[in-house]
């Protein structure tokens, strides 16, 4: 799932006259009024237009190699060293815009499955991309590591919300299921109900197509 973060206030400065009239017979002088408002620039872990066009540069170098079956270690070593230069965030969200499509291309999977490895890698203990490298281990049919990994997802997501998260839920329910262990394949499908009567899960459309994969998934 997409990590996210908040902004800090800003803060800036301006100057404007006002006028007043002392006591007695002066004539009105001429003060000024100060106000401050403090401007911190953020990183959110998004990237500007430039870096964004290298990275699609990388990106379409790296899936027209998967595409031609071709394996060139040195290309290989490049392109490790290009997803080492990308921020894990950036590299997690742009993983979750693939994996979260049930009909995501099998190039664009794999590739995504990588990105979110890499992520993992650096922040071993974030529910937010395990989740997103679960969901590309079941995308991928990596039925087994899917569950190991989504469970330490749910577990991690559980310390802040007792009743875990719907993307979890979902993915937990159609892995279970395609291992035929129906009975806690049905469990999370439960859960996932329940979630989803919560507004705030309800009205996120990630979470509507979630819900819409199982159903779908659980009626054949």
């Known amino acids: 799932m997409p990590r996210k973060f908040s902004w800090l206030p800003t803060l800036t400065a301006s100057f404007t006259p006002r006028y007043v009239t002392p006591a007695g017979l002066f004539e009105p002088s001429k003060s000024w009024r100060a106000f401050f408002q403090l401007e911190v620039p953020i990183f959110d872990g998004t990237l500007g237009p430039t870096k964004r066009a290298r990275i699609a540069e990388r990106e379409t170098a790296r899936l027209r190699l998967d595409a031609n079956e071709a394996w060139d270690p040195a290309m290989a070593l490049r392109i490790a060293g290009q997803l080492r230069d990308l921020p894990h965030q950036e590299l997690n969200n742009m993983a979750w815009e693939v994996v979260k499509r049930p009909q995501a291309d099998a190039d664009h999977l794999k590739h995504a499955l990588r990105q979110a490895s890499s992520a993992c890698r650096r922040e071993p203990d974030s529910g937010a991309y395990l989740n997103t490298l679960g969901v590309a281990q079941y995308r991928v049919g990596q ?63 990630d979470n509507q197509a979630f819900l819409a994969e199982v159903e779908a998934l659980f009626v054949k």
């Open 143 to 205: 039925y087994d590591e899917a569950l190991n990994t989504l469970r330490r997802s749910d577990a991690l997501t559980r310390e802040r919300a007792s009743d875990g998260s719907p993307a979890d839920a979902a993915f937990l329910a159609m892995t279970l299921h395609r291992l035929g262990r129906m009975d806690e394949a049905e469990a999370e499908r439960s859960r996932l109900l329940e979630l989803m009567k919560d507004p705030a899960h309800a009205g996120d459309e």
